[in-house]
Structures are given as C-alpha cells and as structure tokens.
C-alpha cells in the first residue's frame, strides 16, 4: 500500500511536470510574443529588444522551461523584478523565493496577490456546492437504484435528466429571471461588493444553486446506474434468499460493489467541477479563480495562465490519486502490482 | 390509399414478422427493429420527438426561415417575441431570433455528432487496451488520460482555441480530446472489473484472440453503464459547445452560436424588455440536451428490459 501510494505520488510529480511543460511551451512558444505581452502594447521596439537580450529569448525553449521553473520554486531570481529593466515588477516577497509566480499584467501585481485571493473564494463557492451535492446524490441514488421502477426511481429520473440537461448558463439565466426579474428577491450578480444592498449570502445563493442544480442530477444517476446494476447480480438474490434482513444486504452486499463507480466519478467531478466553476463565475460575475483564468487568457497574461493551470493540475491530480487509493480500497478484486 | 401509402404499410407488415422471427439480425434491420421498440418507452419517444424537431428545422433551416439569420431589419430592433412577421423578436442589431435558431441548431447538430463519434473510437480503444492488457499499455495510456483529464477541461478548451483560433474543426479536436481519456477511464474500469470474471478465463483458455475477448465478452458486459455514460455525454457534448460559445470561444461572430447568443444578453436578463433575448436559446440548448438525455433513457430502459 505504502509502495503504491509513494509510487504514485512521483507520478503525480511527472503529471504535473508534463502538463506544466504542455501549458508553457503553448504559451511561451514565440519568444518575441513573449516580450511584447510582458510589456504590454505601448511598448517600444527598443524596449523589447532590450527585454528579450535580458531575458534570453532566443534560448531553446527547454532552457528557458528550466529557467521557469528555477524562478518558481525559488533557485534563482526572478529576471524580470530587477531594477535594472525599470519595469516596476515589485514584490514584497523578495525576488527569491519558492513559489514566485511572476507578475500578472491583467491585475497589476504579483500573480501571488491575486492569484490566492480568488483561490480562496472559489474554494468557498464549490465546497458550498459540494457539501450539498454530495450527501444528497448519495440518498437519492441509493434509494433509487434499491428499487428499480418505484415511484422514486422515476421521479428522481425524470427530475434529474432534467435538471443535468440545462448548462449553468442556461440555468443562471432562469434562475435570475425568476428570483431577480420576477420576485425581485435576490441580486443579479455575485460580484461580492456592494455588501449593505445585498448580503454576502444573498449573493452566494444563486451561483450555489445553478452548481446543485447542475451537478446533483449527473451523481446521483451514476449512482443509481450502479446500485441497480449491482441489485440484479446473483450474489444479492442469494442474501435475500438465505433470508438476510434486507437492509443488510443493501448495506454490507449492495452498497459496497455499487458505490465503486460513483466513486470514480464523484472524484472525476473535481476538474469538471472546475469548469462548471468557471461558467457560473463569468455568468454572476463572480471573483473567483474560473473569472481570472479566463480573464487572463483573453487578456494575454502568460505568467497568471501558467500559475493558474499549475494549482489546477495540482488540484485535479491530488484527487485522482485519493480516488485511486480509494478505489482499491473499495474493491479488492483489483490487485495493483 | 395512394400507392405510396400502401406501399409503406406493407412494409411495415413485412418487417414485424420478420423481426420477430429473427433473433440475430444484423446492421440496418437491427436497428430499424429496435427504433420501432422506441414505442415501448414514453421518455424515448418524447426525446426523440424534441431531437427530430431540432434536427429537421436544422436540415431545412432555409425553409422554415423567412429571414436570414444574419440579416439586419432596420426598423425592428428588440422586437418582442410572438409580435408581427418576427416570430420569435429581433435582437439589438435587427436580425430575426427564430432564423438565429434554427441556423444555430444546424451548427450544433453539425459539430456535436462528429466530436461524439470520435471521442468513443478513441476512449473506448484507449480503455479496453489499458484494462485489458495492463502492464506497460496500461500505464502509458493512463498517463496519457491522467495528464489530459487533470487539465481542468476549460484550460484545454482556452489553450486549444486560444492557439489554433475559434472554428468548427477546432472545436471538435477540442472535445475529442477533452472526452475520450473520461471514456477511456470509465471503460478502463469496468474491464478491470470484468476481466478477473470466469466466463473471461474460459475464452482465454479457450484460446480466443484477445480482439475477440474485448470486443464479445467485454465489450457487451460493459455495455449497461456505458449507455448511461453515452447518454448523458451526447447531451454533455451539446452543452459544451454551449459553454464555448457562452465564454467567447465558440464560432465566431457574426455566426449563430446558441451559447454565444446567451453571452450576449446575459446582461438584459435583470431588464423586462430585453430578458428574453436570452432566455428563449437557453430554452434551445437545454430543451436539445433534454431530448438527446430522455431519448438515451429510454434506450437504456429498452435495452436492459429484454
């Protein structure tokens, strides 16, 4: 256990090495559109030659990968802060330390100012979100797929089809049309401001909303799928036949084999999570994560991307690698060698 | 009765029988078999009436217009709906909402299909070799998925069309390759469940080639949470599209984009006069995915029944 939970911790290091390289070397693979984006478009052409000799440009990208990942985990200086170029690149951390991002054009700082901040408020949004979508898909779709064809079965069906067929931002758009141009009971955007209007949790309650209502729908069909699946192998028809209490076998038989694909999934839920983040954030204006990450890469702000994406990755891999431990706790027929 | 009419009744007589005699029928009379069990499930035949209705105004798109979808009326801007020769309003340049639509869903049901079919070659292919062999197939393919799948899939679509620009072919590169390594995970999985199963070691002491145990013993036994997969992935597939066109990264304007009409008039959603700019193609995308979900419930009801 301890072998294979090691073994896949350096091949999280190897994802993250990999996806990291990916998202550099698309971002950074003209050297001179490099330049011009750090200095944003009033620049001169000196300026940029001078930028680019500073910098080294027109080093293979390997070299200037290396480089990158010197500046972030702290090795060496981050070029661009000295004082020298006169660009203003101040950061109160020093030049020196693990986990320099940079500094973001679009918002006028250290990447590492902005970048936790909204971190921070889409980790409220989505554990908000996740706190109820979970527990809720777990007792909808166990009850369900226990029964195959129950009034409950169907309901919860047909509600949940529904409810997964409407994208977030076909949701958001309902949802403010009713609460905020009908009933007048709720702000139209979550821009976290303006907190004496509308309070912090009249502002949450609609973006939570369009994620439950996105999400729940998609868990809790898995589960069901698999619950009722699992309800027609043999080995359950012999508990209830060798006259078991019934809710044993859901309990101790059913449950155990039928959460092994809802397990997968919830936890792949994670990076899709985050996509679903993104949308309700653009679509309530939100500040979040999802907001920057795409305000960045429309804006052209190489250095927030590549962090962005980097705490993404990281986020989604550390998942898998729970699911995958987790996995092969559940189910003891798959032996990893 | 016309002769066309006799002619199709007929066949429908000659089919019936036909298919209950034959219990291994193959290709077309299969699946015309099994659309004709579609009556048995209400769900199908409502999302098969809502997938027929887009895909029909999606092929005559011309014919069920009267105003091109790009053509500005000069003297009817923010039409409301259901209001003169406009059926469905005009937007903030004049352009007819309901022509919008309808060459909107030729768009989607264009790019959607073709992004689903390639992403289920590639994943299945992936899954089943991954689980199948394990070994060194499966820690490449899976790093492969892994690294993929840990791209959150909205940084994959921003690089992607970032890089090579907004178009129809780049959204599908985009979609098959934000989809298949999911696929491929779920397949992956179920093999590994099925693989240590009896009925698998008697093929392979049997001595089947691998191809056949894959493709005969797996692949049927795996079938049950892969409908179910497929039927909410053809309506992911719709609203991804959606989302790309909602974040100013599907086709680009002046192209109907249901996703990017929304984007559009988010904002008038709060204003009485302009809400429904918006609300009537988030009603297209969600009624679309709708019908592709309840259609592919139904299948999956039929399909498990017998």
């Known amino acids: 256990m301890v072998v294979f939970i090691l073994k896949r911790l350096a091949m999280m290091a190897v994802t993250m090495f990999v996806a990291s390289f990916i998202v550099f070397a698309l971002m950074e693979f003209t050297p001179g559109n490099v330049a011009s984006k750090t200095l944003g478009p009033y620049a001169t052409k000196e300026q940029k030659d001078i930028l680019f000799e500073k910098l080294q440009l027109d080093d293979p990208l390997i070299t200037r990968y290396v480089r990158w990942?010197?500046?972030?985990?702290?090795?060496?200086?981050?070029?661009?802060?000295?004082?020298?170029?006169?660009?203003?690149?101040?950061?109160?951390?020093?030049?020196?330390?693990?986990?320099?991002?940079?500094?973001?054009?679009?918002?006028?700082?250290?990447?590492?100012?902005?970048?936790?901040?909204?971190?921070?408020?889409?980790?409220?949004?989505?554990?908000?979100?996740?706190?109820?979508?979970?527990?809720?898909?777990?007792?909808?779709?166990?009850?369900?797929?226990?029964?195959?064809?129950?009034?409950?079965?169907?309901?919860?069906?047909?509600?949940?089809?529904?409810?997964?067929?409407?994208?977030?931002?076909?949701?958001?758009?309902?949802?403010?049309?009713?609460?905020v141009l009908l009933l007048g009971w709720l702000p139209g955007t979550a821009n976290m401001q303006n907190f004496e209007e509308w309070s912090w949790a009249s502002q949450?309650?609609?973006?939570?909303?369009?994620?439950?209502?996105?999400?729940?729908?998609?868990?809790?069909?898995?589960?069901?799928?698999?619950?009722?699946?699992?309800?027609?192998?043999?080995?359950?028809?012999?508990?209830?036949?060798?006259?078991?209490?019934?809710?044993?076998?859901?309990?101790k038989h059913a449950l155990r084999n039928a959460l092994i694909a809802p397990f997968t999934v919830i936890l792949l839920q994670i990076p899709f999570l985050i996509t679903g983040v993104v949308v309700t954030e653009i679509a309530f204006g939100y500040p979040g994560f999802g907001k920057m990450l795409l305000e960045s890469a429309l804006f052209g702000d190489i250095t927030t991307v590549e962090a962005a994406t980097l705490i993404a990755v990281f986020i989604a891999v550390s998942t898998q690698l729970i699911g995958d431990v987790g996995y092969m706790y559940i189910n003891p027929r798959i032996r990893f060698t | 009765?016309?002769?066309?009419?006799?002619?199709?009744?007929?066949?429908?007589?000659?089919?019936?029988?036909?298919?209950?005699?034959?219990?291994?029928?193959?290709?077309?009379?299969?699946?015309?078999?099994?659309?004709?069990?579609?009556?048995?499930s209400w769900a199908a035949l409502i999302g098969v009436a809502i997938v027929g209705f887009w895909v029909l105004v999606a092929i005559f798109a011309d014919a069920v217009t009267v105003f091109g979808p790009l053509e500005q009326d000069q003297f009817a801007f923010f039409k409301q709906p259901f209001q003169g020769e406009h059926w469905l309003g005009t937007d903030q340049l004049g352009r007819d909402l309901w022509s919008r639509l309808a060459y909107g869903?030729?768009?989607?049901?264009?790019?959607?299909?073709?992004?689903?079919?390639?992403?289920?070659?590639?994943?299945?292919?992936?899954?089943?070799?991954?689980?199948?062999?394990?070994g060194w197939i499966d820690q490449l393919i899976s790093r492969i998925s892994?690294?993929?799948?840990?791209?959150?899939?909205?940084?994959?679509?921003?690089?992607?069309?970032?890089?090579?620009?907004?178009?129809?072919?780049?959204?599908?590169?985009?979609?098959?390759?934000?989809?298949?390594?999911?696929?491929?995970?779920?397949?992956?999985?179920?093999?590994?469940?099925?693989?240590?199963?009896?009925?698998v070691s008697a093929a392979q002491i049997r001595g089947e080639r691998s191809?056949?145990?894959?493709?005969?013993?797996?692949?049927?036994?795996?079938?049950?949470?892969?409908?179910?997969?497929?039927?909410?992935?053809?309506?992911?597939?719709?609203?991804?599209?959606?989302?790309?066109?909602?974040?100013?990264?599907?086709?680009?304007?002046?192209?109907?984009?249901?996703?990017?009409?929304?984007?559009?008039?988010?904002?008038?959603?709060?204003?009485?006069?302009?809400?429904?700019?918006?609300?009537?193609?988030?009603?297209?995308?969600?009624?679309?995915?709708?019908?592709?979900?309840?259609?592919?419930?139904?299948?999956?009801?039929?399909?498990?029944?017998?």
């Open chain 1, 204 to 251: 949450m309650v609609l973006p939570v909303a369009v994620l439950v209502l996105y999400d729940f729908g998609y868990v809790a069909r898995m589960v069901r799928g698999s619950m009722v699946e699992v309800m027609t192998r043999p080995y359950i028809r012999t508990a209830i036949l060798k006259g078991i209490p019934y809710r044993q076998v859901i309990l």
């Open chain 2, 105 to 134: 869903a030729r768009n989607t049901l264009i790019v959607a299909p073709t992004a689903m079919v390639c992403a289920y070659f590639l994943g299945i292919s992936m899954g089943m070799l991954a689980g199948y062999y394990g």
């Open chain 2, 1 to 40: 009765m016309t002769d066309e009419a006799r002619e199709s009744a007929t066949r429908i007589d000659a089919d019936a029988p036909k298919s209950a005699e034959q219990p291994d029928r193959a290709g077309f009379a299969k699946l015309l078999y099994n659309l004709g069990l579609l009556r048995e």
């Open chain 1, 69 to 179: 990942v010197g500046v972030l985990t702290g090795v060496t200086k981050d070029p661009l802060q000295d004082p020298e170029l006169g660009l203003g690149f101040e950061d109160p951390r020093g030049d020196r330390y693990f986990g320099n991002f940079g500094w973001s054009l679009k918002y006028r700082g250290p990447v590492n100012d902005t970048l936790w901040r909204r971190l921070e408020n889409t980790l409220i949004l989505a554990g908000i979100a996740f706190a109820i979508i979970v527990p809720l898909s777990l007792v909808f779709g166990v009850l369900s797929g226990m029964r195959e064809g129950s009034m409950l079965d169907r309901g919860l069906s047909y509600t949940s089809i529904t409810l997964t067929s409407i994208p977030e931002f076909a949701s958001a758009v309902f949802l403010t049309a009713v609460f």
């Open chain 2, 211 to 306: 191809l056949y145990i894959m493709a005969v013993e797996l692949l049927p036994n795996a079938r049950g949470p892969l409908i179910v997969d497929a039927c909410l992935r053809m309506g992911y597939t719709v609203i991804t599209i959606g989302i790309l066109g909602f974040l100013g990264l599907g086709l680009p304007p002046p192209e109907p984009d249901w996703g990017g009409m929304v984007a559009e008039a988010r904002v008038g959603v709060t204003v009485p006069n302009l809400a429904y700019l918006a609300i009537v193609p988030s009603i297209a995308v969600s009624s679309l995915v709708i019908g592709f979900n309840l259609l592919a419930d139904g299948l999956r009801e039929i399909s498990t029944r017998d």
């Open chain 2, 146 to 199: 892994d690294i993929i799948l840990s791209f959150p899939l909205i940084i994959l679509f921003i690089i992607i069309i970032s890089v090579f620009g907004a178009s129809a072919l780049n959204i599908i590169v985009a979609v098959t390759l934000a989809a298949s390594p999911g696929i491929g995970r779920i397949v992956r999985g179920l093999t590994l469940d099925l693989r240590n199963l009896e009925y």
